[in-house]
Nanobody, 122 residues
Framework: QVQLVESGGGLVQPGGSLRLSCAAS??????????MAWYRQAPGKQRDLVAR???????NYADSVQGRFTISRDNAKNTVYLQMNSLKPEDTAIYYC??????????????WGQGTQVSVSS
């Protein structure tokens, strides 16, 4: 069973920075077979894709965060990161880590983290 544990959320002022981490357990050698992504959901809104990084380390971003957020992964540590700079109040949301299996025996498997709150306010 895959477990995604998120950390790094909190309260930050507009213009500030925050780094989210998502550590995956129980997949160790298969971590590289997953596309990893961050989603976010604000109150009353749908859960939207923020950033994705594939098993091949290709990345894509939502237009709203392009140029401000950076997703990265460390397969040796089974961890994906989201560096968030120049934060805006509209970035306030619960951020969720997602793993999607895309290779071999893990293809089609999807896992979600529990979510971590990011609040941007003065």
């Amino acid at each position: 069973q895959v477990q995604l544990v998120e950390s790094g959320g909190g309260l930050v002022q507009p213009g500030g920075s925050l780094r989210l981490s998502c550590a995956a357990s129980r997949i160790i050698f298969t971590f590289s077979m997953y596309d990893m992504a961050w989603y976010r959901q604000a109150p009353g809104k749908q859960r939207d894709l923020v950033a994705r990084i594939t098993f091949g380390s290709n990345t894509n971003y939502a237009d709203s965060v392009q140029g401000r957020f950076t997703i990265s992964r460390d397969n040796a540590k089974n961890t994906v990161y989201l560096q968030m700079n120049s934060l805006k109040p509209e970035d306030t949301a619960i951020y969720y880590c997602n793993a999607a299996g895309v290779r071999g025996p893990v293809r089609g498997n999807t896992y979600w983290g529990q979510g971590t709150q990011v609040s941007v306010s003065s």
